[in-house]
């Protein structure tokens, strides 16, 4: 489509409202929205949207470009070289922005391997959504997700490992402050990043301006979060010693007093704990409350709601089961929780982007970027219809058609 064009007839989807608007037209100009109105003189070029929904593109706050999704993402990755892990990471793109989800925040990846691609996906060279990454996620030595690389032993380490990150590209700053499911070696319960690592990478974070989040199943990880002043938390899992779930009421309070935003990555978790139940057996020996603590995520949810915290929907696609258009089931879990379907939406959008510090993304609004999708039906009283988008566009380029493959 030339550059500016119109989409005309439109129903545009404001999420912050929970409303429709209809008979819009939305004037997109490069990779902006620039006006929403009527246009009855309008001679340039036009698509007729023919009445159907205008949407917002959706964000993925939580993912890992470089896992395949499979049942074993940690052996699959451990067995391929770089250029097969590139061919995962490309693969997952291009589910993602077939399904409408054009920004996508990388919760913990091979450093160099997301800076190239993320160049790649700038250039237009690879189709995928926007990514903001954190490059390596730091983890203790042997520590959760050490195979992808970030392990540091002293805060010295640490600062050269953020340095890296932050002059390569990254958006925000991830730590590893408990065990993992996926890593062998390390206990889901147990805090293992000392506090005084945690706390420098707070101070590190916060004097180069960008935010830091922490995995946290263990509830003391949570606890030392909230102690050295996290932004966010990804999972909030409540596992206590020795191998427990036990969601903490209390501890909840003081993470939503803090401001502190939560990402509860449910719709992996009830993946993993079927793939466990079925199999007999977690990843990790060490993860000895592993089906309890991953169905525990959607019980979580349901507390966050009900004492109003900030949550932001992301999915941990790339995680056993997961593939990296599952978003709708994230919010699916969201709404099975207590969410409306529009706060569900709104954590996957508009709120997801304030949430994660992205202006100018999430609503279908003048001066936005245009990343929109358009929809056969209204997502507010339906997610489904998210999932098969009947057109995408990134930064205001066609880079999907249901009908047409892909543009991009
Ligand atoms: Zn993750």
Redesign the pocket.
């Known amino acids: 489509m030339s550059d500016p064009f119109l989409i005309r007839n439109a129903r545009i989807v404001d999420v912050s409202n929970g409303a429709i608007e209809a008979g819009r037209s939305v004037l997109v100009r490069r990779d902006r929205i620039e006006a929403i109105g009527r246009f009855p003189g309008w001679s340039g070029a036009s698509l007729d949207a023919a009445g159907s929904y205008l949407c917002p593109g959706l964000i993925d706050c939580?993912?890992?470009f470089f896992l395949d999704a499979g049942p074993d993402p940690r052996g699959s990755y451990i067995s391929s070289d770089d250029s097969r892990r590139m061919a995962t990471a490309r693969k997952n793109a291009r589910l993602a922005i077939q399904a409408g989800i054009t920004t996508m925040r990388d919760?913990?990846a091979p450093g160099h391997l997301i800076v190239r691609f993320r160049r790649q996906g700038d250039a237009g060279d690879v189709p995928g959504p926007h990514i903001i990454s954190c490059g390596y996620a730091l983890m203790r030595p042997q520590g959760h997700?050490y195979f992808l690389g970030g392990e540091v032993a002293t805060v010295r380490d640490l600062r050269k490992r953020i340095e890296w990150n932050l002059s390569h590209g990254a958006g925000f700053v991830k730590l590893m402050a408990s065990g993992?499911g996926l890593t062998p070696g390390t206990i889901p319960h147990e805090a293992d990043l000392p506090v005084k690592i945690m706390k420098a990478a707070v101070r590190e974070a916060h004097a180069n301006g960008v935010r830091i989040t922490a995995?946290c199943h263990a509830t003391d990880s949570i606890r030392r979060g909230i102690e050295v002043g996290l932004d966010m938390i990804?999972?909030a899992s409540f596992v206590e010693s020795p191998g427990r779930y036990r969601y903490d009421e209390e501890l909840t309070r003081q993470i939503r007093d803090a401001g502190i935003i939560v990402s509860p990555?449910v719709y992996?978790a009830l993946q993993t704990a079927r793939r466990f139940r079925a199999a007999g057996a977690a990843h990790n020996p060490g993860d000895v409350a592993a089906v309890e603590r991953l169905e525990g995520r959607l019980i979580n949810t349901g507390h966050f709601r009900r004492l109003g915290m900030k949550i932001i929907g992301?999915t941990?696609c790339?995680?056993t089961n997961t593939p990296f258009d599952s978003l709708v089931d994230e919010l699916d879990s969201y709404t099975e929780a207590g969410l409306t379907r529009t706060e569900a939406l709104r954590s996957v959008t508009d709120m997801g982007a304030y949430y994660l510090g992205l202006s100018q993304v999430g609503q279908v609004r003048p001066g936005h970027r245009a990343d929109l999708t358009l929809l056969e039906g209204n997502p507010l009283e339906d997610l489904e219809v998210l999932r098969q988008p009947l057109k995408v566009y990134k930064s205001g380029r066609l880079v999907h058609e249901r009908n047409g493959g892909d543009s991009a």
Do not use: K, P, Q
């Open positions: 939580h993912v890992h919760c913990a997700c993992g995995h990804e999972h990555t992996s992301g941990d790339g995680a």
